[in-house]
T-cell receptor, first 110, second 118 residues
Framework: EDQVTQSPEALRLQEGESSSLNCSYT??????LFWYRQDPGKGPEFLFT???AGEEKEKERLKATLTKKESFLHITAPKPEDSATYLC???????????FGTGTKLQVIP | GAVVSQHPSRVICKSGTSVKIECRSL??????MFWYRQFPKQSLMLMAT?????????EQGVEKDKFLINHASLTLSTLTVTSAHPEDSSFYIC??????????????FGPGTRLTVL
């Protein structure tokens, strides 16, 4: 069974203090790994899709990387508006559904 | 691009009534749509996968007679909660996966529907 574990559960950063969120996964043949951002009371907002180990993607202050066992979401010089829950999910090859982790709740303090 | 809408965003109903939630992909076609449920401070729980023109595939423990899913077109899926009870109160979120093109395998989520059953 596919598993996704995210750490830490919660993270509090000062504005400008860079850090990384971790997503460890086990899957029987990775089709794709997805990062989403979710604000309270809203649906998840798509950030990145990674397909193979060594792949990296960037968007503004966020950079996602992928190895065969884990993915990192690096946040550089975060701002208060980056405060949200970040969700990681994996999809196995040959299957339609994705398995979500429980998320990392990020709070960026001015 | 890749916008998904849900309607209504919020609904309050009496116990025993049925509630229908619509999920639309606005700027792409989606052969596959998904319905999730999310409890406070918890992650997304997949309820069912629906493919256009086919019967939905429900996850273990989800009552198919209670949560009716219809995916009648490539841009619309509906979830009907039949004979709703207070324990059905939750945040329901749909997602859609584009049918081919450059958007790949990514699911795009709607804004969610908050259901409160009194």
């Amino acid at each position: 069974e596919d598993q996704v574990t995210q750490s830490p559960e919660a993270l509090r950063l000062q504005e400008g203090e860079s850090s990384s969120l971790n997503c460890s996964y086990t899957v029987s043949g990775l089709r794709g790994l997805f990062w989403y951002r979710q604000d309270p009371g809203k649906g998840p907002e798509f950030l990145f899709t990674l397909y193979s180990a060594g792949e990296e993607k960037e968007k503004e202050r966020l950079k996602a990387t992928l190895t065969k066992k884990e993915s990192f979401l690096h946040i550089t010089a975060p701002k208060p508006e980056d405060s949200a829950t970040y969700l990681c999910a994996v999809q196995a090859r040959g299957y339609q559904k994705v398995t979500f982790g429980t998320g990392t709740k990020l709070q960026v303090i001015p | 691009g890749a916008v998904v809408s849900q309607h209504p965003s919020r609904v309050i109903c009496k116990s025993g009534t049925s509630v229908k939630i619509e999920c639309r992909s606005l700027d792409f076609q989606a052969t596959t749509m998904f319905w999730y449920r999310q409890f406070p401070k918890q992650s997304l729980m997949l309820m069912a996968t629906s493919n256009e023109g086919s019967k939905a595939t429900y996850e273990q423990g989800v009552e198919k007679d209670k949560f009716l899913i219809n995916h009648a077109s490539l841009t619309l899926s509906t979830l009907t909660v039949t004979s709703a009870h207070p324990e059905d109160s939750s945040f329901y979120i749909c997602s859609a996966r584009p049918s081919g093109g450059t958007l790949g395998d990514t699911q795009y989520f709607g804004p969610g529907t908050r259901l409160t059953v009194l």
